[in-house]
């Protein structure tokens, strides 16, 4: 199978939306991102997760514990949210669907920002 | 949609015309399990917070999760996860311009449901035997 390049003027800002490639990329981005780092994370996490509560603080409270948790949830929510954003757009017209996308955001956002706080609260008051 | 549908052309009527084959599962599980994953995070989330607020809160999401609907619950989280992530590497090939010929599409459509299978079981062994389950 030969692949016909799109040409370069249709990719850079045409079309209504002003751009159409910007959420194809980002989506593939962060699905190689979390390709490593979910096997990563689940090597670190089941040893740390058996151990009860203990191990999960000691484990979130090393730098690389906390930090490989953020990232890889980091591109979780931005994956999810590309994600989940199309299956509204292929499901649900009209108003909904504004107001739909909108929730999607929203709720993204404050996952995001809810995993932020509850790791910064681990690694400096656990 | 449907409710503002006006165009009187007949739709693709896939899922009721076409045979059943293993790369239209792959394909319409791959966004369930995307769509299932979206729930499995905030419960991830709800992991983290708890652990943020303290043991006691820590004991009773532990408690939640250990009930038999809640091991279900994160069991067929596991599996999404692994068949996403399998069947994922199947699309980031195709990006590339590989992997479309019907054989090969249906046979790496099985390898990412074997491979699941296999993560998944794998995972909840460690688990298991980690907690003294096993």
């Known amino acids: ?126 | 949609m449907s409710s503002h549908w006006s165009d009187p052309r007949p739709l693709s009527p896939f899922t009721s015309i076409w045979r059943w084959h293993i790369t239209m599962l792959t394909s319409i599980l791959h966004r369930v399990s995307g769509v299932a994953l979206y729930g499995g995070v905030m419960v991830m989330i709800a992991w983290l917070g708890a652990a943020a607020a303290g043991p006691q809160y820590y004991a009773r999401l532990m408690g939640l999760m250990a009930s038999w609907p809640g091991r279900l619950v994160l069991f067929g989280f596991t599996l999404a996860l692994c068949f996403h992530l399998f069947n994922g590497v199947r699309h980031l090939i195709w990006d590339g311009g590989h992997g479309y010929d019907k054989k090969i599409a249906s046979r790496s459509a099985w390898l990412a449901f074997i491979l699941a299978f296999l993560l998944t079981l794998a995972i909840w062994t460690v688990a298991y035997k980690g907690l003294g389950l096993l």
Not at chain 1, 6 to 29: D, N
Not at chain 1, 60 to 87: E, K
């Open chain 1, 1 to 126: 199978m030969t692949i016909k390049p799109t040409p370069y003027k249709r990719i850079t800002g045409l079309g209504a939306s002003g751009g159409g490639t910007g959420h194809f990329i980002k989506q593939r981005v962060t699905a190689l991102v979390l390709l490593v780092l979910v096997p990563l994370f689940l090597l670190q996490f089941l040893s740390s997760f058996t151990s009860g509560y203990d191990g999960v603080m000691a484990w979130l409270t090393t730098p690389f514990g906390a930090l490989l948790t953020l990232f890889m949830l980091s591109a979780m929510i931005a994956h999810m949210r590309i994600g989940l954003g199309v299956v509204i757009e292929d499901y649900i017209g009209g108003a909904a669907r504004a107001l739909a996308l909108m929730l999607n955001t929203f709720l993204c956002a404050a996952l995001w920002v809810i995993a932020l706080a509850a790791l910064i609260k681990i690694y400096f008051g656990g």
